[in-house]
């Protein structure tokens, strides 16, 4: 009778999966796990003294600090919402694999490959108050005097569309692709015209989809920092978490302080991220692809 040695402490070394896993468990210590363990700690060391908890009442009594929340909030927020809003139906409509996706897939991405820097050059081109967009509608006589849509609010907040709309776009479209295409046609010929299609079985469907789309591109818009101060007012209405979190560390040269506001941040993007994925556990949770059998 032969003897399992699997469970046995040498037989690890022997496991082709635990040579696999060993490198991945050590990058992820390296990069994630030790920066956060690290900025934590330092966060409880303030520069100035006073206590753990300094910085952090600091940030929460100082209201040119805690305020750069909601601010940051008010970007995120609107810029995750109008992606989503725009990706939902325009995957919908390519999600069939032909040559007109291939192109039009291609041309929506493009912005991923320009970068934040990119885009800032050329909405200041496009944009700005002697842009192309501004001189247009001066000149057709819809709106008088320069067209303000950078170096404030709306400067930022389309930026972040811009930019983050080819990525969520594309989670989108990887899941609605997903989603069995014959569950659609079961319910066509029940009389479910494609908006009742879309509305009752492919929307309920893909909504833990869109919640995970949801949460990356919060995350991503919230951490928002070149936007903010190429196109905004980094000293007035865009003056965002991170802006603040770059002025304790490399103006005031206070990390410890810098630290803290980066452990708020990454609280409350974590708040919204638990709430978002608490809300998907009300949506459908099970195959929604087909199989063969």
């Given amino acids: 009778m032969m003897q399992n040695t699997s469970g046995m402490p040498g037989s690890r070394w022997k496991d082709p999966a635990f040579w696999m896993l060993a490198p991945a468990t050590l ?11 690290d900025g934590l700690i330092l966060s409880f060391h303030p520069m100035n003294g006073g206590g753990a908890l300094a910085n952090y009442v600091t940030f929460f009594n100082d209201e040119n600090l805690w305020r750069t929340i909601g601010t940051t909030m ?23 694999k032909t040559p007109y996706q291939k192109v039009a897939t291609t041309i929506i991405t493009i912005p991923l490959t320009l970068g934040t820097v990119l885009i800032a050059q050329g909405m200041l081109s496009y944009f700005g108050p002697n842009g192309w967009f501004s001189q247009i509608l001066q000149a057709l006589h819809l709106y008088e005097g320069p067209v303000r849509l950078t170096h404030n609010y709306w400067g930022v907040l389309i930026s ?12 989108v479209l990887s899941y609605i692709t997903g989603i069995d295409p014959v569950l659609g046609r079961a319910a066509a ?12 079985v ?6 833990p989809g869109l919640a995970m789309s949801f949460s990356l591109s919060f995350v991503q818009a919230f951490s928002v920092f070149p936007s903010a101060v190429l196109l905004g007012s980094p000293s007035g209405p ?33 708040s919204v991220v638990a709430l978002v994925l608490g809300l998907r556990r009300l949506a459908y949770r099970g195959p929604v692809t087909g199989g063969k059998g």
């Fill in 238 to 270: 865009t003056r965002v978490i991170s802006i603040a979190a770059y002025e304790a560390a490399f103006e005031n040269y206070d990390y410890s302080m810098a630290s803290s506001i980066a452990m708020i941040m990454g609280v409350v993007q974590l």
């Fill in 160 to 171: 972040l569309v811009i930019s983050g709309f080819p990525f969520v776009f594309l989670l």
């Fill in 74 to 96: 008010g970007l995120a927020l609107p810029a995750t919402l109008i992606n989503v809003a725009i990706a939902v139906p325009l995957a919908y409509r390519l999600r069939n």
């Fill in 189 to 200: 010929t029940l009389g479910a015209n494609p908006f009742r299609q879309f509305r009752y």
């Fill in 27 to 37: 990058f992820i210590l390296l990069v994630f796990v030790y920066p956060f363990l």
């Fill in 202 to 207: 492919i929307f309920p469907l893909l909504l």
